[in-house]
């Protein structure tokens, strides 16, 4: 059966004599895996491209995304619907619902004289309803991509095929496989109708544009059809920053150091231009001939370019005789980094375009910070404006920056209010259905009552939902710290209080950073706890400690509580491979449900700035929530994706769109939701998975 095929490949090897110019694109399969149309082959997309598609080739419809998570490793994650068979969810929830997840390593890239070599699992966790194994080589001859392999399991036997781009059109391909799938064997085929599809010959026709790609398909008498987006994660941005305010050009008389010094009109005048460049709690002050600066900026993303900025107003508007500028730039209050300019001559000539970057180099001292004074400033340096002076000024005003639309009104100082009238939450696979979902309205206010000390409330207001549809009730044997999610919309008001707490922010030394937490932390639990952070001299990794006294909160939404109280404790190891942009973490001890046991996280920061990872937990807790069993508990796992906005708007901002994807009525291995995370906000900050202190990422632009 399979002697057709390598004739036709032989034939096509002898006629294909124009080499095709770059890499053998890879395409995505039905199943979202780079392959042919069912089949897997040995290409991999380029380092950090993300797919999402659907598919369809009856009975089975896939939702899919797919990710070159290395340059070496391609994951896949499907929810597919087989059509015709009956739902796994009980009646009246349409069709059998399945998830799963398939891997994909490249042993071997091609060369002159070699294929590339690809060996892959399908379905690797879960059900295992498409669980396969296989090895497939691909080599290009000319304008067409040939692939062979051998699978196991559900891939039964040898498969392969051909990718044909012709030169009139470089978008549109040819595709030929021998399907190896036995359909006839997949769970509930005689009912869902896929043991029909005994023709293993398949033919196709791909169009592939920029972004967009599209494949329509045909095997006896049934047609497939797969649509797709790729997203290339490792661009820096996808967007022109054509609306990104210029630099400050303002350029007044200087005055003299002892006029400066004598009149605070001149540092105010500075500080309000800080202000409004986005620059948030400004502190100023003089040492010497050194002007001092602690800032931190909401808006731009990269520290260096938002010091580069600073740095160009505190040339204009300062002092003639200021021989050097140090800057202290904070985070939720707390110094981060020292930027310690030693000439401003020198600096001046930098944005004069006299000198290179690599020659100011050699002005210019990075480091982590030490701590400050109450005035927020280094030790000895003259305090020149207060507060009051600078932390008056507010802006108000219409955003779209990570929602639809919102309004926000800022402080000069890290306080604020923001009203967020649309918001979605959507859940999968909850007892009683395939997906849930809410829309509500939030407000969220922010007070800053002292030097890192906060103040954080959020109100919610439901517009609408059906979580409180779900009516079977949890089988959990575990205490039920987020299987009975249902009940607080059931017996919620519209109206709730989410959050209100105080947070208070130290640095009791250099590299070690404190926070002391107390309050309605999250919609479930309040309490009072602190997190310890301490980062390493040298070196990529960092630990953590954090503990909490929690009580489990009413479902009401108000300020009641039920009876379960309990303390988490966990402590966190943080490795860093730069190189890579990946993060490793592990986290052992206490959980919410009182199970102990170790939590495994990784993820990988790409150049675009957009974070994707994963989790795996084992504890002592016994989850025999489907589809755990006595005998076979179930262990919290999922996946978590970090989007940042700036790389899809035409300007800059901070703003990031955060989510999870998880089983959400699960007691296992479950943590409170942090009031403000150190090691999250630090390593943002220095963009510490870049392995640089200091990236001075568009200095001054």
Known sequence: MILPLFKRVATAILVSITVMSGRAVGEPNMFGQTGLINMPDGRMEADGTLRFGVSYFEPYLPLWSTI??????????????IRGLPSNLGPGFGDYKDKAADGKLLLLREGKLW???????????????????????????GNTDYSLGYGTDRIDGVFGGMRHRPD?????????????????????????????????????????????????ARQGDDIGVNTYVTIPLMAPEFIPKIHEPDPSSDTPPKAALDQWLADTGYAARLARALIEED??????????????????????????RAVGRAVRIMLALGPEQTKEIRIDYTVRDLPTLTYHFTDTHKLQRYFDGLISRSQLDHYLEIDYSEPLTTAGLPEGARQLVTGDAVNAAA?????????FISFRRETSDLGGFQLVPFNLGVFFNDPNGAARYELFATANYTRQMGRGLFLDGTLRFTLDEDVSDVS?????????????????????????????????????????????????????????????????????????????????????????????????????????????????????????????????????????????????TRTDGEDITS???????????????????????????????DLSLA???????QMVVSPGDLYTDIERALALDSGEIGVMSGFGQ
């Open 115 to 141: 294929p590339a070599l690809a060996v892959g699992k399908q379905d690797i966790f879960g059900t295992e309803l498409f669980s396969s194994e296989y090895a497939v080589i691909s080599k290009r001859f």
């Open 627 to 657: 589809p755990g069993s006595p005998g076979d508990p179930y262990f919290d796992k999922g996946v978590f994706a970090s989007i940042p906005l700036n790389s899809m708007l035409t300007r800059d901002t901070q703003a990031r769109a």
């Open 395 to 403: 802006t108000t005003g219409l955003t779209d920056e990570g929602h």
């Open 663 to 669: 089983p959400w009525t699960r007691d296992v291995g």
């Open 472 to 616: 079977r009730s949890s089988n959990s044997l575990l205490p039920h710290v987020r299987s009975d999610i249902a009940l607080y919309r059931q017996d919620g008001k519209r109206l709730k209080l989410s959050r209100l707490l105080i947070n208070q922010y130290l640095h009791p030394a250099r590299r070690l950073y404190a926070r002391i937490s107390a309050g309605y932390y999250e919609e479930m639990f309040a309490g009072a706890g602190g997190q310890l952070l301490y980062l390493p001299e040298q070196g990529d990794w960092a630990v953590d400690f954090t503990a909490d006294w929690l009580r489990q909160r009413d479902t009401e939404g108000a300020f009641g509580f039920r009876d379960y109280d309990t303390v988490t404790a966990l402590g966190a190891v943080h490795y860093r491979i730069p190189s890579w942009g990946l993060t490793a973490t592990v986290r052992a001890g206490q959980f919410l449900a009182k199970d102990k046991g170790v939590r495994f996280e990784i993820k990988r920061r790409f150049r675009s700035g957009i974070t994707l990872g994963l989790w795996y």
């Open 168 to 216: 009139w059109n470089r978008n549109l391909s040819f595709v030929v496989e021998y399907d190896a799938n036995d359909y006839a064997n997949d769970f509930g085929a005689a009912v869902s109708g896929a043991d029909s599809r005994d023709d293993e010959w398949t033919y196709g026709v791909e169009y592939r544009k920029g972004w967009f790609g599209a494949q329509l």
């Open 68 to 81: 070159t998570v290395l340059p070496r490793m391609e994951l896949t994650l499907r929810y597919t619907t």
């Open 279 to 304: 620059y948030k709690n400004v502190r100023l002050g003089f040492n010497g001939r050194t002007l001092n600066a602690s800032f931190t900026n909401t808006r731009i993303t990269h520290i260096g």
